[in-house]
């Protein structure tokens, strides 16, 4: 029987708490420009940018793999600064039986702040791989973002 497994990484960011957040609850539509070598498009299909219920439909590349997957927004914690993205088509279900990445920003003293990424997935098989690439995908992507917001 396939078991729920959970991977997360966390990295230090030089960018504000809030600023970074934003980025991933409202803001999505300016992540192709942030950085155009990883996602080629990002649309909402379903909703706006900042609600939960919201589907959104990401064009990327992970490990050299160009991939597509629809997403809807979870959950969402103001507070805590987290967002739960589940999966709901793509690429990554035929790899995996369900998909969820979380994302929680966390100011920090000295104005950085910390980024933790959680990925909860079942495999579809036994062959399936853990998905490394996605945290990998996600620890660049925090660069990025992270270059962007200081420049900004």
């Not at 990295?11 to 980025?23: D, L, P, Q, V």
Request: charged share 30%.
């Amino acid at each position: 029987m396939a078991q729920i497994a959970k991977m997360q990484v966390e990295a230090e960011i030089k960018a504000s708490a809030e600023k970074f957040y934003e980025i991933f609850r409202s803001k999505g539509y300016l992540l192709p420009k942030i950085c155009p070598d990883m996602i080629k498009d990002l649309r909402v299909l379903e909703g706006d940018w900042g609600t939960v219920g919201s589907v959104k439909q990401w064009t990327y590349v992970a490990a050299g793999n160009s991939e597509i997957a629809k997403e809807t927004v979870e959950a969402m914690d103001e507070k805590a600064k987290s967002i739960t993205f589940k999966t709901v088509d793509g690429s990554l279900l035929k790899v995996y039986k369900n998909m969820k990445a979380t994302v929680q920003v966390t100011a920090k003293a000295g104005g950085c702040s910390s980024v933790k990424w959680s990925i909860e997935y079942e495999k579809l098989n036994e062959d399936s791989p853990p998905p490394n690439k996605y945290l990998d995908f996600v620890l660049i992507l925090n660069k990025k973002v992270d270059a962007y917001l200081l420049k900004a």
